[in-house]
C-alpha cells in the first residue's frame, strides 16, 4: 500500500464489533473504578503538571514535554547553582532515571530496579527497597541493567523489574503492595522503562528484541494488579488470535504485511515497547513507539516482504480498551534497529494557519516527525542531524521513506556503513519541549555501523546472545591504528535545539563524545543537560548560549528534574556510566572511558554550599597481558565468538567500558581452569555473568581466551593510552 496512515474507520465493522466488546468487558472496571481523594489528586497533577513545586512523573505531566513552569532559578542566577546535598547510590551501572518530586518527597529507581525514597530537600532517606532480581536476568538486557524511572499514584508508586514483575509499593514506606509477572520468565524479556498510570491502570511494556521476543504492551488495575487489556505489536506466529485488544488490526491488516515465510515465526518478530508509552488527555489515547524487528534483518526475518506493522512506528490506542485507533510506521520494513521507542512529546502547533494536536518524536533513524495525534497524519519529517544516508527524506503524500537501495543490504549483497547506526541519531535520553521557544532539545549522536548480510553459521539463531540477523564479529576493527583513530573521531554527540515549526536546527552545541544525558527545560528560559564526560550544564532556551557548567565528576546519562520546597527551587540528577553505547564502545567510547564510574543522586539549589567527595585517585589498572598460548587459527575463532557473544558486554576488540569487566586484566585470563569456571561453569552468574555452555564447548572458551590475550597484548603495544584498562 502507498499510505502508512490509516484509521480505524478503515477496518470497518469488525473493528468497532471489537471495541464495544473490549469496552463491555472492561466496563465494570473502568467505568466503576472510582478514585480516591489521593488518586483524584495523582490525576490532577499528572493532566495539569501543577504550579511547578511537584515533578509527578518521568516526563512531568502526561503531555511528556519535560517543561517546568518555574523560574525561580533563570539565566540572570543560574551561575550561582551549587550542590544542596548528595546522596552515593549502591550499584554502579547505568542510573538512567528521572527523580520523580511529590509533596516534598522525591522518588528514584536505579540499576537493577532499586527504588529509594528521600526528603528532596534535606536529603535524609527515607526508604529503600530492593526487589532482588537474580543476577543472571542480566544476560537478556541488551543495554545495561537499567530502569529508567517510577510512576506514583496516590498511594501507591509503581515500577517495573528486569525480570518482568510490575511492583505496587506504599509509598510512604516502600513495604509491597502488590505484584505481577508480566512476561514469562523462561523468555529472554525483560523491563528497563517506567509504568505510566492512566485512568487507574498500569501501563507496562517490555524489552528484548534483539534476542528474539514478541512485543506487547498490558495494562494492569493499579489496586490489585489484575490485566484489563492487552496489545500485541508483533503477530501472533501461527497469525491466529491471542484474545487481545490487538486481534482485530491484526486479522484485518496488520498480518498482511508479515511474509508467510520468514524467522518471525519462531523468533517473535521483536517490536518491543521498551520505553515510549504516553497518555494524550485531551483524546483519550495512548501512544507507543514501538521497537525493532527480531531479526533486524528483514530479508531474513520476514523473507525481505511486507511492511511488518507495527515495527518502528507509533501506535494511537483506546485507552480505556487498548483497541487500535491508528499508527504511522517511521520506517517501514524495518532492518537497522531503527527503533520508534524514543520519549513522544505531545503539543499543539500552527499548521496552515490553524491550532493542530500534535506529537514530537525524534526516534533513531535521524528524522524529526510532527504527526497529527488525532488522525495519524504525518505533517512533516526533516533531518535533525547531519549526515543521514539510509534515506534522502520523507515524501509527504505518502508518508514514506525516500530510501538509498544500498542501505538493503540484504538485497544487494554488499556491507552498508549506516548513518545513523543502530544505537541511532537520538536513543532513549529524553528530549524536551519549551513552549516559549517552541524548540525541541534533543541529545543527538553520530554513532555509524556497518551492516553485514553474509553471515556464518555462528552468526545464525542461538539460544543465548544477540540474535539480529547480521554479523556483529565483522563490525569489529581492524589491527589498524589508524582505524581506531577514526572510530573515536566519527563518534560524537550534540545537544540539538529543533525548530518543528521551520523543520530545521535553530541551534546546536556539539560535545566530544557521544551517549549524553537527556535534556529538561524550564520557564526560566533555560535548559539543562549532562554529558557523558561529567559535566553538568546549563543553556540559555532561545539562544544556546551556554550559561552553567558543573564538573560532576562522573558520567551523566539521565535526565534531570526540578521542584520546589519551601519557596526553594532545586535541580536533581543522577551520575554514572553505563548503557548500550559504553557496553559494546570499545576505544569508540573516547574521553568517556576514563571518566570515573560513581552513582550518586545529586540536587543543586541557587548558593548550594555542599561539596562532592575527593574523586577516586586513579582509574588506571595494572596491565600485565599473559604470553599468547594460541595459535592463528585458534585466535580467529575466538574472535568470531567474542563478536557473537561477548561484545555486547564487554566492548569492541575487548576494550573495556569502566563498568563491566575488562577482560584484557581479568585475573582468570592467564589460568584456563579458572576462565572455564566462569564461561562455561557460571561461577559469576549471580553478578550477570551466565554460563554459555550451551552455545560454547571448552575448545570454544578456550579460543575466547586467545583472542582476548591477543587483544591485550596488541592494544597495549599500539594503543597503549587510548585503550588503557580503566577501574569501574
Request: overall charge neutral.
Amino acid at each position: 500500500m502507498a499510505k502508512r496512515v490509516f484509521s480505524a474507520a478503515l477496518l470497518g465493522c469488525a473493528a468497532l464489533a471489537l471495541a464495544a466488546c473490549n469496552a463491555s468487558k472492561n466496563e465494570s472496571l473502568s467505568a466503576g473504578a472510582s478514585l480516591d481523594d489521593a488518586e483524584k489528586a495523582s490525576e490532577t497533577l499528572l493532566k495539569t503538571g501543577g504550579n511547578g513545586d511537584d515533578w509527578g512523573a518521568i516526563g512531568f505531566s502526561y503531555d511528556e514535554q519535560r517543561f517546568s513552569p518555574l523560574k525561580d532559578i533563570d539565566a540572570s542566577n543560574v551561575g550561582q547553582l551549587g550542590i544542596a546535598w548528595t546522596a552515593d547510590l549502591d550499584d554502579a551501572r547505568g542510573q538512567e532515571a528521572t527523580p520523580v518530586v511529590v509533596d516534598g518527597v522525591m522518588y528514584v529507581s536505579h540499576a537493577w530496579s532499586k527504588v529509594s525514597a528521600w526528603d528532596a530537600a534535606t536529603g535524609k532517606l527515607l526508604w529503600k527497597f530492593d526487589p532482588k532480581v537474580p543476577g543472571e536476568r542480566a544476560v537478556h538486557a541488551c543495554c545495561d541493567v537499567v530502569n529508567r524511572g517510577v510512576a506514583v499514584w496516590g498511594d501507591k508508586l509503581f515500577v517495573g523489574a528486569l525480570d518482568g514483575r510490575l511492583i505496587a509499593l506504599d509509598k510512604k514506606t516502600g513495604t509491597e503492595v502488590w505484584s505481577t509477572q508480566t512476561f514469562d520468565a523462561e523468555r529472554p524479556y525483560t523491563i528497563t522503562g517506567a509504568p505510566r498510570v492512566v485512568k487507574d491502570m498500569v501501563l507496562i511494556g517490555n524489552g528484548g528484541a534483539e534476542f528474539g521476543v514478541r512485543g506487547y504492551v498490558t495494562a494492569y488495575d493499579a489496586d490489585t494488579g489484575k490485566e484489563r487489556w492487552r496489545f500485541y505489536t508483533a503477530p501472533n506466529p501461527n497469525k491466529e488470535k491471542d484474545g487481545a485488544a490487538s486481534d482485530d488490526i491484526f486479522a484485518s491488516k496488520a498480518n498482511a504485511t508479515w511474509s508467510d515465510k520468514g524467522e518471525w515465526q519462531t523468533s517473535g518478530g521483536g517490536g518491543t515497547v521498551w520505553d515510549a508509552i504516553v497518555y494524550d488527555k485531551d483524546l483519550d489515547q495512548i501512544y507507543l513507539g514501538v521497537g525493532n524487528g527480531n531479526p533486524w534483518n528483514h530479508g531474513t526475518r520476514s523473507n525481505g516482504q511486507g511492511d511488518n506493522w507495527f515495527l518502528s512506528s507509533v501506535v494511537a490506542l483506546d485507552a480505556s480498551t487498548g483497541a487500535y485507533k491508528w499508527h504511522y510506521q517511521e520506517t517501514p520494513a524495518e532492518t537497522w534497529d531503527y527503533t520508534a521507542t524514543q520519549p513522544i512529546i505531545l503539543a499543539e502547533q500552527q499548521v496552515d494557519g490553524k491550532p493542530v494536536k500534535v506529537l514530537y518524536h525524534a526516534p533513531k533513524n535521524g528524522f524529526f516527525f510532527t504527526i497529527d495525534r488525532a488522525t495519524g497524519r504525518l505533517i512533516d519529517a526533516k533531518p535533525f542531524v547531519d549526515g543521514i544516508n539510509w534515506a534522502t527524506g520523507y515524501d509527504l503524500k505518502t508518508g514514506r521513506p525516500i530510501e538509498n537501495p544500498e542501505a538493503r543490504f540484504y538485497k544487494t549483497g554488499k556491507p552498508f556503513i549506516a548513518i545513523p547506526g543502530a544505537l541511532g541519531a537520538h536513543n532513549w535520553h529524553p528530549m524536551s519541549f519549551n513552549p516559549a521557544t517552541g524548540l525541541v532539545y534533543i541529545p543527538a549522536q553520530q554513532i555509524p555501523q556497518a551492516y553485514l548480510n553474509d553471515m556464518t553459521e555462528l552468526d545464525k539463531r542461538k539460544i543465548v546472545g544477540f540474535n539480529v540477523g547480521t554479523s556483529l564479529t565483522g563490525t569489529l576493527l581492524p589491527d589498524d591504528k589508524a582505524a581506531f583513530r577514526a572510530a573515536v573521531a566519527a563518534t560524537t554527540g550534540r545537544l540539538v535545539a529543533f525548530d518543528p515549526r521551520t523543520g530545521k536546527v535553530a541551534w546546536s552545541v556539539a560535545h566530544p563524545a557521544a551517549w549524553n544525558g537527556g535534556t529538561m527545560t524550564t520557564a526560566g528560559n533555560l535548559v539543562f543537560q549532562g554529558t557523558s564526560t561529567g559535566r553538568f550544564r546549563a543553556y540559555a532556551a532561545d539562544t544556546g548560549k551556554q550559561l552553567l557548567d558543573l564538573d560532576m565528576q562522573s558520567g551523566i546519562v539521565s535526565a534531570p528534574s526540578t521542584f520546589r520546597v519551601g519557596g526553594v527551587q532545586y535541580v536533581a540528577f543522577m551520575t554514572s556510566k553505563g548503557g548500550a553505547f559504553p557496553l559494546v564502545a570499545g576505544v569508540a567510547g573516547g574521553v568517556t572511558r576514563k571518566v570515573p564510574n560513581i552513582p550518586r543522586l545529586v540536587v543543586l539549589k541557587i548558593g548550594g554550599t555542599a561539596k562532592l567527595p575527593a574523586p577516586p585517585a586513579s582509574t588506571t589498572l595494572a596491565w600485565n597481558p599473559p604470553p599468547q598460548f594460541g595459535t592463528a587459527a585458534q585466535v580467529a575463532a575466538g574472535k568470531a565468538h567474542f563478536g557473537r557473544y561477548c561484545i555486547v558486554c564487554h566492548g569492541d576488540s575487548a576494550i573495556g567500558n569502566g563498568f563491566t569487566p575488562d577482560l584484557r586484566v581479568s585475573g582468570t585470563l592467564a589460568n584456563a581452569d579458572a576462565w572455564k569456571g566462569v564461561v562455561l561453569d557460571g561461577m559469576l552468574k549471580d553478578r550477570g555473568m551466565v554460563s554459555f555452555a550451551k552455545v560454547l564447548t571448552p575448545a570454544d572458551a578456550e579460543a575466547l581466551r586467545a583472542y582476548v590475550i591477543d587483544r591485550s597484548n596488541w592494544t597495549k603495544a599500539n594503543l597503549p593510552d587510548a585503550a588503557a584498562p580503566v577501574g569501574r
